[in-house]
Structure formats: C-alpha cells, structure tokens
C-alpha cells in the first residue's frame, strides 16, 4: 500500500515535467510546420516515418483529457508527448495504407515506447486492433478541416 501511495506523486510528478519539458522544446523552435514536423519526427523514430502507436477506450472515456475537453471514444482524437495540444494530425497505417486526421486533446502515451494513443474510433478506422505501426504528419487546422484536401480524401476511402 506504500508503494502505491508513493507512486502516484511520482507518477504525475513525471508527467508534469515531461509535459513542461515538451513545452520548453516546442518554445525553442520555429513556429512552421515543416520545422516543428522535422523536430517531432527525428525525437521518435529512427528512420523519421515510423511510430508506434495504440489506443485507449472505455477505462478512460468521459474524464477530462490534458486539454480540458471531455475523451470521448469515438471521437477522432489522439494523445501525443508533444504536438500541440488542440493541434491535428494526419496518422496512416503502414501496414493497410487507411488514414485518418486526428486532434490532439490529450497528451501520452506514457507505455514504452509509444508516440501517441489513438481513440477507439481513430484506432478502429485505421484498422488496428493493439499496436500498431504508423506516420504520423502534423497538419495546419486548414489541412485538417479543407473539404478539397488529399488528406480527408485519403482518410475516407479506407
């Protein structure tokens, strides 16, 4: 039991730090998208295209995400160590090719070594089941939200 009550300061004690420390990185860069995509991309993977990711679902659904917004598991939406928070996200699926544009709401993943936890709903169109592999590349809100984009047509035809 002392273990445990110990543990939990730690736990958040880490994710405060590792969460102001990805501010602190992001404060340091340029503010483009090609130069925060070049930064995020060489800190979690070596070949700069794959990640790994997974998903989260019923444990934490209807509790408040790092950004203040209520998870919702069928939403598309993402946690991740260090895009911006309320920022989006195009994620494909090595392995099927299907992608998708997620919002970044929250922050994880905090398993090993994992570069973001998809929602049920983004992980299920994706077509993965446990992990998974995957490229991630941030968008502009424009990118996201353009009816015309490549990006929403990708995402669509699954």
Known sequence: MNKILLAVPVFFMCSYFQAAEASVHHKSHKTSRHAFATSHKSRHSPDNHQSTVSWYGPEFHGKKTASGQTYDMYAMTAAHSSLPLLSYAKVTNLKNHRSVVVRINDRGSFHGKRAMDLSYAAAKELG?????????????????????????????RG
């Open 128 to 156: 993965i089941k446990g992990l998974g592999k995957v490229e991630i590349t941030p968008l502009s809100s424009n990118e996201a939200t353009s009816p015309l984009s490549s990006t929403n047509k990708t995402s669509k």
